[in-house]
């Protein structure tokens, strides 16, 4: 979009058909209507000293401009189904409303909804009109990128080593610390000389206060984890690490049933996630393209209305 030159432009227009606009850009007018929705959706403090900084208004501005092009662009060519629209302000209204506590006149507080509403319809429109051109993207138009790009970029896509495990525990307190931690080193000696097997624990009465996990299938070296994944990752072999990890109130015996080391991906594995990269940058270049056709035309800036906006939340 066109930079706008705020307050003091070359540009200078005198004459507008509705006194009520600040810029106009071919058909489309941006009025005090529809910034007023804007501005009345902040707090009272951050709205009165909003617009006194001409390149925040300048960004303003520019936005709530594309976004009345985009609503009249839609509305034409009938983009955006009214029903999900008003669904959508409906929504939004509501989260802002739900906890209005003002004490305004009644008759203030309705004309405040229906300004923001109006502002509301037009931002929920923007949104769902981007929303539309995103899911319009079919795989089929950007598989082909998709399947260059993986073959320039394959090394980085690498599945990080994982182990298949399952762990045994059991709680401790101050009490009987030591007695746990000789059930369970007495218990890691019959695993390790095979009198007793890993997965058979559960079963035997005498260790009925030891739980046993799930298979963990994946798992990943984990930093939130880091003492746990630590110990799992410290033996290069399969089976029982010799050794007993102490957690907080929890002693934990570490079965690995099998390992899987660090290796290239396959296009299979990535293609969803190179499918979304390219279907968001594609939608990303598109809308880029609509904005720059929708607002070619130069910018008409309403001198005196611009002045008057710089105080109008005071």
Do not use: C
Request: net charge neutral; glycine share 2%; aromatic share 10%.
């Amino acid at each position: 979009m066109k930079t706008l030159l705020i307050l003091f432009t070359i540009l200078s227009y005198s004459v507008f058909a509705n006194n009520d606009v600040l810029l106009k850009q071919g058909e489309t007018v941006l009025t005090f209507k529809d910034v007023d929705g804007f501005a009345f959706k902040m707090p009272n403090d951050i709205r009165s000293g909003f617009f006194s900084k001409p390149d925040r208004v300048e960004k303003t501005l520019g936005t709530l401009l594309n976004m009345k092009h985009v609503y009249e662009y839609s509305n034409k060519h009938k983009i955006i189904d009214k029903k999900r629209l008003n669904q959508k302000v409906d929504e939004k209204v509501h989260n802002l409303f739900a906890y209005d506590d003002s004490t305004k006149d009644i008759m203030e507080k309705e004309n405040t909804y229906k300004t923001i509403r109006h502002f509301l319809t037009l931002e929920q429109n923007y949104k769902l009109v981007q929303e539309n051109m995103l899911n319009n993207i079919s795989t089929d138009e950007i598989m082909e990128y998709v399947d260059e790009y993986f073959k320039l970029h394959q090394n980085e896509y690498q599945i990080p080593e994982t182990r298949k495990i399952q762990y045994l525990s059991i709680d401790y307190n101050e009490t009987n610390k030591k007695e746990q931690n000789k059930t369970m080193r007495e218990l890691l000696n019959s695993i390790k000389s095979n009198k007793i097997k890993f997965s058979d624990v559960s079963e035997i009465k005498e260790y009925s206060n030891i739980k046993i996990s799930e298979i963990l299938k994946y798992y990943i070296y984990s930093n939130k984890q880091k003492k746990f994944s630590d110990f799992v990752f410290s033996s290069e072999t399969n089976g029982v690490i010799n050794g007993i990890l102490e957690l907080s109130n929890k002693y934990i015996l570490v079965n690995i049933i099998s390992i899987s080391p660090t290796r290239l991906a396959s296009l299979e594995e990535v293609k969803d996630e190179l499918i979304v990269k390219f279907k968001k940058d594609k939608f990303q270049r598109d809308f880029k393209e609509l904005l720059i056709k929708l607002t070619g035309e130069s910018i008409e800036i309403n001198d005196e209305n611009m002045k008057e906006l710089i105080n109008r939340y005071q």
